[in-house]
């Protein structure tokens, strides 16, 4: 990318400063270029944005006319009035949006026609530039528009284009799935307790066990199910363990948490 990019952030929490610090980190803006607007009373986020060296307002339309693109990082149930508010300033801009359940549609429809608009979701393990974030391209959107999308999130992890009818049940897997994960992390880290481990250190090589289980899911290509085997031996430890799981139907519980979440994630949505 040859220039540095003027961004804006209409909302300033840590989703959004975790994606401006990964920008920043990549070379692809600097703090001065980009601008953030805030409730007045949200003190820590307003000043955690001034450290970046970015300009902070308690009006979103300052934020909207002084930036090419803008991230719709506030909460879904006022991305509605907040994009009214703009929407005179909007005529041109790339908007793009992280607010979950909120569709093209609605971001389109509060925008003036010329606004060109990508969908985006991201997950929490972009606080450590490690997320998984997938895009939607609105009806303007342009391929240049998605090339800037594709390198702003693959500063803060992997990044690839889909459609909306899947940003449901991708929500409910990635965007929700950090939570199911945590789950299993403590869950792992307090049977080692049981069995004698220091929780510090439980909490140390579970975490590492899953971290470095995705790494090799992702590296090598192979199947999950051909991993596993290679774990297991005949009347082993791995194979004990893994019957547990199976007896508890753990295949079943996780899938059907995916399931349960992508069936609220529509209702959602449909509101």
Known sequence: MSKLLKLGFLGGGKMAQAMANGFISAGLTRGDSMTASFHPSDHANIEAFKAFGAKTHVENLPVVSGSEIIFISVKPTVVSSVLQAVRPASAGKLFISIAMGVTLRELENSLESTARVIRVMPNTPAL?????????RGAAATDDDCKVTQALFQAVGTCEEVPEAMM?????????GPAYVFVMIEALADGAVRMGLPRDLAYRLASQTVLGSGKLVR???????QLKDDVTSPAGSTAAGLSHLEQCAFRHAVSGAVESATVRCRQISSK
């Open 168 to 176: 449901d049940p991708i929500t409910a897997l990635s965007g929700s």
């Open 128 to 136: 450590v530039r490690a997320g998984a974030s997938v895009y939607v």
């Open 219 to 225: 590296e090598t290509g192979r199947h999950p199910g």
